[in-house]
């Protein structure tokens, strides 16, 4: 016969009792174990890289928050704690999670954004609500707290949203390589981190097991891809050019009202600018004795296009196309580097964006 444990909280969530098999409840402690040997492992692989990025280094201190709480909750599960008491304070404590998510996403699109004092000042309310509770346990408390979280969750991932979109277009007016800069992935980690906070919220009014591994699965999972992506996503650069609201030029659309008309084009082409894979639209002010952010506007106003896609759009018409045609024993990959593409990826897409048709075909055509 099975034996029947009732069970308040799953890893520190569950306001209501739930009746679990001893087979079922050895299962949770288990992937609670192994949440917490991943967290700890990760931040020790991120604190041994001495060539991690700023990045990776706050990654690693989130890894090392996190080991903690999943800690917690394994020793919640052997010491089994009876009081409700108990079981709301864990409840208090794994909210923190949600201020986390805040120090990952705000430093992704805001690369800087995680210094000492944003850290303080955002874990206040956090800290507000733990001390409010271990001074006046009650349940009213935790129903403000589920509140509280819920909405800030759900203005958080609005915030980030339009921070990213900000983001991508202050890239793609100022980078014509964007590989290395490049967030359009972090929908991914939006999805997770809401899903995983989702998870979390209803498994405090439904627990299960279920809903506990759903949440873990889905937290593991957008942690990892955090992971993964900061290998390949180098900011460090952007912290000495901040990311700004460019102030709005009035500037009309007529070419004749940029004195750089003309010259921009012409200095481009016979200089062959495009051809340096790190150009930045600072490098291209200079060399036509403006700043950017009047040359941001007359890509803009103008030219009806961005900085990255006009670079783009040379590269692949003025080097790209000729070569291939004149040379076809060349490979794609490079094509793509003599064009001043830094990966094949980018140099498929634009490709296919300014011809229609992929380099491949080309190339058979």
Not at 143 to 151: K, N, P, T, V
Not at 203 to 215: C, K, Q
Request: hydrophobic share 45%; net charge positive; proline share 3%.
């Amino acid at each position: 016969m099975k034996k029947l444990f009732q069970l308040s909280t799953f890893g520190g969530v569950g306001l209501s009792s739930y009746i679990c098999t001893m087979q079922e409840l050895y299962f949770w402690a288990f992937f609670v174990g192994v949440s917490t040997t991943y967290f700890a492992i990760h931040a020790a692989q991120l604190f041994r890289n001495k060539s991690r990025t700023r990045l990776q280094t706050i990654l690693a201190w989130l890894m090392v928050v996190w080991a903690v709480i999943c800690l917690k909750d394994l020793l919640a599960f052997y010491m089994r704690p009876s009081e409700y008491g108990t079981h709301n304070l864990l409840i208090i404590l794994d909210g923190w999670v949600t201020f986390t998510y805040t120090i990952l996403l705000f430093e992704l699109t805001a690369p800087g954004w995680t210094t000492r004092r944003h850290v303080i000042i955002t874990s206040l309310p956090f800290l507000a609500f733990t001390l409010v509770y271990i001074v006046w346990p009650d349940f009213m408390v935790i129903d403000f707290y589920i509140l509280f979280l819920i909405i800030y969750s759900l203005t958080l991932f609005i915030i980030v949203f339009v921070r990213a979109i900000r983001y991508t277009k202050y890239i793609l007016s100022n980078y014509s390589n964007i590989e290395e800069k490049d967030i359009s992935w972090i929908k991914n980690i939006l999805l997770l981190a809401l899903l995983s906070q989702a998870t979390w919220i209803a498994a405090t009014f439904f627990p299960s097991i279920l809903s506990d591994s759903v949440y873990y699965f889905c937290m593991l999972f957008m942690w990892q891809l955090a992971i993964n992506y900061s290998r390949c996503l180098r900011q460090d650069s952007m912290l000495q050019d901040p990311i700004e609201q460019q102030p709005v030029v009035q500037a009309p659309e007529s070419a004749r009202s940029y004195s750089f008309a003309g010259l921009l084009e012409n200095t481009v082409e016979r200089d062959e600018l495009y051809l340096n894979q790190d150009l930045t639209l600072v490098d291209l002010a200079k060399a036509v004795n403006t700043n950017r952010t009047y040359l941001s506007a007359y890509f803009s106003n103008v030219k009806q296009t961005t900085f990255y896609e006009y670079i783009n759009q040379l590269r692949i018409t003025k080097k790209s196309l000729p070569m291939m045609r004149e040379h076809p024993e060349y490979t794609l990959e490079y094509v793509a580097a003599a064009s001043g593409f830094k990966s094949i990826s980018t140099f498929r897409r634009a490709f296919i964006k300014f011809t229609g048709t992929s380099p491949s075909q080309y190339s058979k055509q």
